[in-house]
């Protein structure tokens, strides 16, 4: 890569650099003319954009060349939009600037050659020359944003074009968006940010502004460019028009198309709280694609991402925005084992343990994206103490939210009840316990998450279905039976036909004359549900292999009810009532001739 950029960078530095190189400020030179101001402008820009492409290659020192690489892509940015706007032209403080600013790229280009070909006299050395050399593009960016602003109108000055009323033709909606983009280019600090201000107002309220917004040249690039600048401010805002174009699946390929993820990422790691909170926004709407998880990744941005969620100092929405685009990048498979590689797994099990539910609840469904359909990460992840960092969620002592309950209700099904292993931890851990209390005292939506959890948990192990027997889980479930809703009924339905399977649970249920009653009036009234009717049929066939069980069933009144569901067509209605009846003959039978 370096040795194809070298050649090109080499002469176009050698075309442009003064002789001598004077430092800045200078006294004014004479005018250049319009054109010459243009091409001059344009070939730096080019230039930069080399001179960056190089610096990626630079394997040295990469903590400073990050920080250079930042201050070229900040100035470039400037100069583009000095570019685009026409604000070099007249601007008597540019003539000054460009060859001051050419001298550093000159040497810049100088420190990366020997940086990339190793030959450097010695590292204190170069680690001096490189420190001289960012403060001098600090300068430089400082004076560019200066010379930028001092030429721009104000709010004060501007002519603000109302904006259009409700029921405009598209006509007056695109001059509005065209003004609003010409306030954006040559406008003040303050003018940008009332303009994109007014920009994310009309496209949040009216989709119609989106396409035209897209439609009209220049905007999407130029807010682009805003995400380079060196002020917060402005980023921030540009961020924040930018997110909510994301938010349409239609144009997330223009924003893609205007090299959005790079810009994103910067924001990511450099810009303030508040824009990188609307960038992480902005990537999460934009790596629901794959392809752009690709891109993320490209430019560094898994990196980014971990530094926030491993850093104690992050702002928890921060993080909680962290976790969300992870969990977007983690269905990649190679993005994935790059962030177990640089431990990830442990990483997001402590922040299980944060104090902010919103963190709690991301790093969560996280991990359950990492560990799906994949039993080595799923073993990982219990290895590295998930199984308590959930249950402590779960306990009910602990003060968390009900939404972080329920997370915790699902995260703990996925990732352990396809191991008998993680099973029996979950046994030796009190998690029965916590599900019971959830079951009798629950908030509904945890109450009725309980119940499916301990439903696929009777079919999980035998173990775990003679524990939920031992511990008082069946009358739970005969209490659900009478649920208003059809799913509930039905999931205790289900639980309670795989809980009778085992003998000493089948006779538990047996002994309480409640439960057989209650069944079967159950039965007898639920009309609508066929999901219910074919589990309670199939829980009271297991019954009828005690003699006890089958006396109860026959002695309850409900038989008639059963003889018609088989007159009905049910099938396991009919096999039920055979067994009954038949038995029933043979009881008879033994009172006429008692062996």
């Known amino acids: 890569m370096g040795e194809e950029i070298l050649p090109r960078l080499q002469s176009r530095c050698r075309r442009h650099d003064p002789q001598p190189s004077p430092p800045f400020p200078l006294p004014l030179p004479s005018p250049e003319s319009a054109e010459a101001t243009d091409t001059h402008l344009r070939q730096t820009v080019e230039c930069l954009s080399s001179l960056i492409s190089l610096s990626h290659s630079i394997k040295v020192f990469p903590v400073k060349w990050q920080l250079i690489r930042a201050k070229l892509e900040e100035l470039k940015s400037g100069l583009s939009l000095m570019e685009e706007s026409g604000g070099a032209l007249g601007n008597p403080a540019f003539p000054r600037f460009m060859p001051a600013a050419m001298a550093t790229v000159t040497e810049s280009l100088d420190l990366a050659m020997r940086c990339v070909n190793l030959s450097y006299s010695g590292k204190l050395l170069m680690q001096s020359d490189l420190d001289i050399l960012l403060a ?7 004076n560019l944003s200066s010379m930028s602003t001092a030429g721009r109108a104000s709010p004060a000055c501007a002519i ?9 033709c598209k006509d007056e909606m695109r001059f509005y968006v065209r003004d609003l983009l010409g306030r954006m280019k040559v406008g003040d600090s303050e ?41 917060a401010k402005v980023q921030e805002e540009a961020v924040r028009v930018v997110s909510v174009i994301a938010g349409f699946d239609s144009f997330k390929s223009v924003l893609i198309g205007a090299g959005v993820i790079s810009s ?20 999460i709407k934009l790596t629901e694609n794959a392809d752009n998880a690709w891109s993320v990744s490209a430019h560094g941005g898994v990196t980014a991402l971990l530094k926030i969620c491993s850093s104690g100092d992050s702002d928890p929405g921060l993080v909680h925005l962290a976790c969300g685009v992870s969990k977007n990048l983690v269905g990649v498979q190679e993005i994935k084992c790059f962030m177990i590689e640089e431990g990830a797994v442990p990483m997001f099990v402590r922040l299980l343990r944060s104090k902010d539910d919103n963190v709690k609840v991301s790093s969560m469904e996280f991990l359950q994206a990492m560990a799906s359909g994949d039993e080595k990460t799923r073993k990982l992840i219990v290895n590295e103490g998930g199984i308590r960092a959930l249950l402590q969620i779960l306990d009910p002592s602990t003060l968390v939210s009900s939404r972080s309950r329920e997370v915790a209700l699902i995260a703990v099904e996925k990732l352990c009840f396809c191991s008998a292993t993680s099973i029996s931890m979950l046994l030796n851990y009190r998690f029965l316990d916590f599900l019971l209390r959830f079951l009798r005292n629950g908030e509904v939506p945890v109450r009725e998450l309980a119940l499916k959890v301990a439903a696929k948990l009777c079919v999980a192990s035998e173990e775990a279905n003679k524990a939920l027997g031992d511990a008082g889980f069946m009358p739970e479930f005969v209490r659900f039976l009478d649920s208003k809703s059809f799913e509930v009924r039905e999931t205790a339905a289900e639980a309670l036909s795989a809980m009778v399977l085992i003998p000493k649970n089948r006779k538990r249920f047996v002994q309480e004359d409640h439960n057989i009653s209650f069944m079967l009036r159950m039965l007898d009234l639920d009309s609508g549900n066929s999901g219910v009717k074919k589990s309670l049929i199939s829980t009271l066939m297991a019954i009828t292999s005690c003699s006890s069980g089958r006396r109860k069933i026959i002695n309850s009144g409900y038989l008639k009810s059963i003889e018609k569901l088989a007159e009905d067509e049910v099938y396991d209605a009919r096999r039920l009532a055979r067994k009954l009846t038949t038995s029933r003959f043979r009881s008879m039978l033994s009172g006429i001739w008692p062996s």
């Not at 001098?136 to 400082?142: P, Q, S």
Request: hydrophobic share 45%; glycine share 12%; net charge neutral.
């Open 191 to 231: 003018m940008r940010m009332q303009a994109m201000a007014s920009l994310r107002e009309v496209i949040c309220e009216n989709e119609k502004y989106v396409r035209i917004v897209v439609e009209v040249g220049g905007i999407v690039g130029t807010l682009v460019g805003f995400l380079d600048l060196s002020d």
């Open 160 to 168: 603000v074009v109302s904006r259009p009323g409700v029921g405009a």
């Open 136 to 142: 001098k593009f600090d300068i430089h960016v400082k």
């Open 264 to 283: 994103l990422i910067k924001v990511l790691e450099y810009g303030n709280l508040g824009g990188k909170e609307a960038s992480l926004g902005c990537l």
